[in-house]
């Protein structure tokens, strides 16, 4: 009773930071239910993958092999998983709400006959789970009945785990998978080039919306700002529908959720599902020329103002402050 | 081809949903309800693949009776038909999902297309359930689906980029933003609709296990956010993010 089984997603060996985020949770819920927490990384050879995740504080990390978790494709992955979570008896199946997860998580539940919470933002003591509905706009605080229950966690609200001093044992298992039942074939997968940090990692964003008006000007007025800054580049939906910058920048309800250290809204009025996926950031600015964009509502500090004008004061000002 | 797409009744997405001071439910008297937009893609993508390759489009709501206004939407859109199963009670994924997949087994259809996500319980489940429900591949959050003679090829957006993935039907996909822009309804669609087939079913007359497993126990707003501070200057904001806020 009580154990948790920890979905550690990897990208070829390396743990996105979103995995630690996992790792954390089921630490807690663990903890919170008094059973064991164990990490299962999947692949055609993890372990040596698997050996990365035991300093977090699992008792033992599964290194789950099969050819055929050589790369990620749903039903492959759901059967393998399914079939741990059984035979190691846990309560709770775990993963970060990550692309993959959102994909993997439903159809691993629906194989367990399982419910699942998806995105909970917190896990509370009886255990129910919290998780945020219409947007963000209501929160609703969810319960889960029947032996499994399945959950993903929203990548930005849980701290990603600490390495520690403990050094789980890694047990190498092979999966158990009907090979002749899998019907799906992984082609390609094309990665948005860039030497930014990810948007779900950055600690500071800069976001551009419609108020930029055409693509040229997220280069030559936005990217100078978010270079010096060091920081990851998003947009509003306005935005990329307008095809100003490419999809995978979009920030919002139905887009990444994100909660930097420090999130800058430029030319951005602010529509409720573009505050859903930035809200809980910790800082917020917000330039805009329209001092009634709902946006100021949430923003620490707000600057009504003419974007192409301010942005590059503020780009300027910061190199200031970086040689002073 | 048969193409069956399930959709849902959402409040409109531009609505300012309030909670019920209870938590019991949300206040549905300024409500305007909608198809989900994602799940108008699904109806979108249905059409355009049945106006390639003749087919057939089939609609199906889980909800009450009052859900037949958005079937005859989609159906005024273009879907040849539709299927209400008929609940009052407040369904989880799970149910849903076993609901859709007892249809898809009754109906057959070559590909089922749902939305990725209903925009009120931003679940995102229900497709991915049915698919495994039924043994079938699933390509979720798909913004681009090309149907050869042999096999379909999915493009997925997914974190970093764009994965591209291939199966043989029949199959589930979930429709992403990106993937089509749904049509408005015409009035020769709309007049049409009225005649076309809208069939209610019980939704306990289907022999599935409907219990809910995930419950909602209360409902609250999120602690507000106190923001609305304004500064002068791109300098001063600059100044305070340094001295103040301590993040740059």
Redesign the interface.
């Known amino acids: 009773m009580g154990d948790v089984l920890i979905f550690a997603e990897h ?1 070829g060996g390396h743990f ?1 930071k979103s995995t630690l985020t996992a790792v954390h949770a089921g630490l807690e819920l663990a903890k919170k239910r008094g059973g064991k927490a164990v990490a299962v990384v999947a692949g055609d050879a993890p372990e040596a993958a698997a050996g990365e995740i035991a300093k977090y504080g699992v008792v033992k990390v599964i290194a789950l092999a099969h050819p055929a978790l050589k790369n990620y ?3 492959a992955h ?1 059967q393998a998983l399914a079939a741990l979570a059984k035979k190691e008896g846990a309560e709770f199946v775990i993963a970060t709400a ?3 997860g ?10 367990l ?7 909970i933002t917190a896990i509370n003591d009886d255990p ?1 789970f919290v998780r ?15 032996p499994i229950k399945v959950l993903t966690v929203r990548g930005t609200a849980f701290d990603a785990a600490k390495p520690g001093d403990g050094d789980a044992p890694v047990e190498k298992q092979n999966a158990e998978i009907d090979a002749g ?1 899998l ?10 080039k860039s030497d930014r940090p ?1 948007l ?1 990692e950055a600690r ?1 964003i800069v976001s551009g919306g419609r108020g930029l008006k055409a693509g040229e000007n997220f280069k030559t007025v936005l990217e100078p700002l978010v270079d010096e ?1 060091g920081a990851a580049m998003g947009a509003s ?1 306005a935005a990329v529908d307008a095809g100003f910058v490419p ?2 920048l979009q920030v919002g ?2 887009g990444k959720v994100v909660a930097p ?2 999130y800058i809204a430029v030319g951005i009025s602010g529509a ?2 573009h505050l859903a996926g930035m ?1 809980d950031s ?4 917000a ?1 805009n020329k329209d001092e009634e964009a709902p946006i ?10 003419d974007l192409f004008k ?2 590059p ?2 780009t300027e ?2 190199k200031k ?1 970086k040689h002073s | 081809m048969k193409i069956l797409v399930p959709i849902k009744r959402v409040p409109d997405p531009a609505t300012t949903i309030r909670v019920l001071p209870d938590g019991t439910g949300i206040a549905t008297d300024n409500v305007k309800w909608v198809i989900n937009p994602f799940c108008e893609i699904a109806i979108e993508e249905a059409l355009r693949i049945k106006e390639k390759q003749t087919g057939e489009v089939v609609l199906v709501t889980v909800g009450q009776s009052t859900w037949q206004e958005q079937l005859r939407t989609g159906l005024a859109m273009g879907a040849d038909r539709a299927i209400l199963v008929k609940t009052d009670a407040a369904l989880d994924s799970l149910a849903i999902a076993r609901i859709i997949a007892k249809i898809a087994g009754n109906e057959k259809p070559d590909l089922v297309i749902l939305g990725k996500q209903a925009i009120d319980d931003d679940a995102n489940q229900v497709g991915q359930m049915v698919a495994e429900m039924l043994g079938w591949p699933q390509a979720t959050f798909a913004s681009k689906i090309e149907i050869a003679a042999d096999k379909i090829s999915v493009v997925r957006e997914v974190d970093g980029g764009l994965e591209t993935i291939a199966f043989k039907m029949p199959a589930v996909i979930t429709a992403d933003l990106r993937l089509n822009e749904p049509r408005y309804a015409s009035l020769p669609g709309i007049m049409k609709a009225r005649k076309k087939e809208l069939k209610e079913i019980a939704a306990d007359s289907l022999g599935v296990d409907l219990a809910p497993k995930l419950k909602i126990k209360t409902l609250a707003a999120p602690p507000k956010r106190q923001g609305g501070r304004k500064v002068a200057s791109a300098q001063e904001m600059v100044s305070l993010l340094h001295t103040e806020a301590k993040v740059i």
């Open positions: 990208q996105p494709l749903a039903d759901a990550t692309a993959m959102k994909d993997l998580f439903p159809r691993l539940a629906a194989r006959g399982a419910a699942m919470a998806s995105e129910t945020p509905t219409y947007a963000g706009n209501v929160m609703a605080t969810v319960e889960i009945d029947g039942a019907k799906m074939e992984f082609v390609s997968f094309s990665a948005t990810q779900t500071i800054l939906r999809n995978d309800q139905t250290e420090l409720i599902q809200k910790k800082v917020i600015c330039i100021f509502a949430v923003a620490d500090y707000g600057l009504v103002a301010a942005v004061e503020m000002e910061i402050l």
